[in-house]
């Protein structure tokens, strides 16, 4: 299948060349973005997402009978949990991952709820549904990332979008276009590491003043331009990464979920969490081990005024991590973190 080409400006004249010449076979390491694995280059078929850390999963879900796939993607933890008899509820932010988990699914055993995880109208549906085990496989599925169209890739061509429940809310190209430099620059900096964010954020502004942001071209350009011609997919990656996570502001709306969701687990219900980035790690984490301290008051408070027990424990005292052998087979599982909690008995 060709590459999608949705009209960018291409890029830039004496910049190397992404892809490797015809007929050659691709050296490079597979680039990740947002959890997903993208073969740079080369044209996709869309596929589903091959299920990560499937066997830490499966050793996590036994017992449970009821199982809430927040973010079911195309279905494959889904699957594993219909497999082992639990009845589940798959949710997912877009419309496109609930249609293709359901047409791979089907109904039995299965109900669906489309929107954000921790919108008011999924946790209700969540609550009603009373579960035992949650999983947050969270970041974007290869269906996303494969399918130019839908924005959330470096390839070349592809509109600069990278928004969830397409057609809703801001545009990478619209923060792109609209952001002061600063909020840029910290964008950069804080979400992908990115030691030249203030050249990168000026190259942006510069370059919008003379035509708006509108493909995966141009930002490539501008990391180019701000990065060095030495740059490659593994910055775009970092980069693209980082923008995703703005425009479908998902560190914001993981923090505010965690603890909405644990409190529809029923007494002993275990929660999971997948990521594959180090600001949702660092979300899960504190949220995992503030929930298993008995005391959470500030530290010189003389009397505890707080739960004053933990609520639940901690099932990971370190992330579980794939082995080499399935990021061979899957190197979209190559940045994947497990980190699991269960709740108290009452
Ligand atoms: C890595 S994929 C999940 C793959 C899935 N576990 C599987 O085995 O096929 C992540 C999915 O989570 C969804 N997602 C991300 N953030 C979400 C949120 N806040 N609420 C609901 N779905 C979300 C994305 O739309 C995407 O389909």
Known sequence: MPVCHTGGRGFEPRQPRLNPPRGTTHPAPPATAGGAFVFFGRALTPTYHVPVLADAVRDWTTGGCRIVDATVGGGGHAALFRELGAEVLAVDRDPDAIAAARAALGDTGIRYSTGPFGSAKVLGTIETFRPDRI???LGVSSYQLDTDLRGFTFRPGAPLDMRMAAGHGVTAADILNTWPEARLAGAFAELADEPRARRLARAVVKRRATAPFATSDDLVNAIREARGPR??????????????????????????ALPALRATLVPGGRMAVITYHSGEDRIVKHAFRDWSRSCVCPPRQPVCTCRGRPLGRLLTRKPIRP??????????????QLRAFEVGDG
């Not at 082995?323 to 994947?336: G, I, T």
């Open 135 to 137: 999983l947050l496989d």
């Open 231 to 256: 740059s490659g997919p593994s910055d775009f990656a970092r980069l693209f990464q980082a923008l995703r996570i703005v425009v479908n502001q998902e560190l914001e709306q993981l923090e505010l």
């Open 323 to 336: 082995a080499a052998a399935e990021v061979r087979d899957n190197p979209r599982a190559r940045s994947a």
